[in-house]
Nanobody, 120 residues
């Protein structure tokens, strides 16, 4: 069981938007680069976006560049992923973790993730 809590997923039509949240209640990972990962059915988990500890540097996979925005709110101890112009290929379970994953004494671990389904 992971130490982070993902939420915000759901069913959305193509072209729609969702905002995912990754809560770090004990603020253990505020000093680490964080990433959003996703796992589509039958495919390996992949990194889609990442953000530095300060929020000043971001990374996006080519397939989401220009559509997704990652940001973090230190006061709220939360990392967000704003997903716009969603496509059916964005369907999957979304997880947050450090980048690279599990670098803090083996943590945070993989949580339950949040399901995103893009379908008409």
């Amino acid at each position: 069981q992971g130490q982070l809590v993902e939420s915000g997923g759901g069913l959305v039509q193509p072209g729609g938007s969702l905002r995912l949240s990754c809560a770090d209640p004990r603020s253990i990972f505020s000093a680490y680069e964080m990433g959003w990962y996703r796992q589509a059915p039958g495919k390996p988990r992949e990194l889609v976006a990442a953000i530095s500890w300060s929020g000043g540097r971001t990374y996006y996979a080519d397939v989401v560049k220009g559509r997704f925005i990652i940001f973090r709110d230190t006061a709220q101890k939360t990392v967000y992923l704003q997903m716009n112009s969603l496509e059916s290929e964005d369907t999957g379970v979304y997880y947050c973790n450090t980048r690279p994953p599990n670098i803090v004494f083996g943590g945070p671990g993989w949580g339950q993730g949040t399901q995103v389904t893009v379908s008409s």
